[in-house]
């Protein structure tokens, strides 16, 4: 059986901030039916993440593009990889059967096909399809690994979230006040601030956007100095981290969103403070910590069940409202796991 599959491309390489205007919609004729003898899976999509790391994929040229084979650069006009959520439609493959839901990499389009790269059986043990892209899918482990592994906190230390009402940020809040830690966030508008107060649970959150001198701002919320700083924008709130962290404090570097469409913004983080101040700062990739992902998804569905870890969420419909979503993540429009319901189950 052939049908036309919908699958949303770059027109040209992406240089500078994400336009709307950068993509399209292109259709092509897809069959449905396995051939003989392959390993192929077909796929088809439900939900699809948005992430911001994917800009970097877009961009003529980029260091992560060769770092990781995650992150290999994307050309116009190609199929773009994503993670996301689906069910087997067919498959030549022994471990996965029509009808199974599958999370892992699929594409933003409507149908996928896999050799199984990246790709996993999914039991959605009752809980919404969506927990399994963001929450309890790479979003949740990037948060859960970079915290525990990276940071390696101690019940009492001071920790700062930038971005904090993003995918991971959010998470990491939760993670590290359930953990006893004190935690301030940053967040862009006073509803996302309100919200991690009073939702989420964080201690302080202040609205960097009202902050002239981001410095001075967090000598004010942390007098005694940053123990932990888990950092997703890096820049000048990078900078002003760094100038206030404790002796022997830990800076896991998850991203750098602020640097991603402007290379003017790169930090330049005072080396002496690093140096005197024996602060460790490590880049990770959630990749590096698959092999934690049990202990991950146990603790953290013990923390849903419970009521200790809330669910941010921002899902919209419609495969065509995939460049409107990328785009409006550097606009900071989304408040939690941005994802795109491609089709209904």
Same mark, same amino acid.
């Given at each position: ?8 491309? =770059?027109?040209?390489? =992406? ?103 990246? @790709? ?15 929450? @309890? ?100 709130? @990078? ?39 024996? =602060? ?66």
């Amino acid at each position: 059986m052939e049908v036309t599959n919908k699958y949303i491309v =770059i027109k040209t390489q =992406i240089d500078g901030k994400p336009q709307e205007s950068d993509f399209e919609l292109k259709t092509e004729p897809f069959s449905l039916t396995v051939k003989p003898g392959s390993n192929d899976i077909i796929i088809k999509n439900l939900y699809v993440s948005i992430d911001p790391y994917q800009i970097n994929r877009m961009k003529t040229m980029s260091s992560s593009q060769k770092a990781s084979e995650f992150a290999v650069g994307i050309s116009p006009g190609q199929v773009i990889d994503a993670y996301g959520v689906g069910k087997v439609i067919a498959s030549g493959n022994p471990k996965f059967e029509k009808d199974d839901y599958v999370v892992g990499i699929v594409s933003w389009g409507e149908y996928s096909i896999s050799q199984g790269f990246i @790709l996993n059986k999914l039991d959605p043990m009752g809980l919404p399809l969506t927990y399994h892209v963001g929450l @309890l899918g790479l979003s949740g482990l990037t948060a859960y690994s970079g915290f525990f592994e990276i940071c390696k906190p101690k019940k009492g230390e001071k920790v700062f979230v930038s971005a904090a009402s993003g995918s991971v940020g959010n998470l990491v809040g939760q993670y590290a006040k359930h953990f006893g830690c004190y935690v301030v966030g940053c967040a862009g508008s006073p509803n996302k601030v309100k919200l991690l107060k009073e939702k989420l649970g964080f201690d302080e959150v202040f609205n960097y956007k009202e902050e002239t001198d981001l410095n001075s701002t967090l000598q004010r919320y942390f007098p005694n100095g940053i123990d932990i700083y888990f950092d997703n924008v890096g820049g000048e709130m @990078l900078e002003a981290a760094i100038s206030n962290m404790n002796m022997n404090g830990r800076v896991a570097l998850c991203g750098i969103i602020a640097e991603y469409t402007n290379a003017g913004k790169r930090a330049a983080p005072d080396l002496l403070n690093v140096i005197y101040k024996r =602060i460790t700062i490590q880049g990770f990739l959630s990749g590096d910590y698959m092999s934690l992902f049990p202990e991950f998804l146990t603790t953290t569905i013990d923390h849903l069940r419970t009521g200790k870890i809330h669910v941010l969420e921002d899902v919209s419909v419609g495969l065509e409202g995939v460049p409107s979503a990328f785009v409006g993540l550097f606009r900071g429009d989304n408040v939690g796991k941005r994802i795109v319901q491609v089709s209904l189950d």
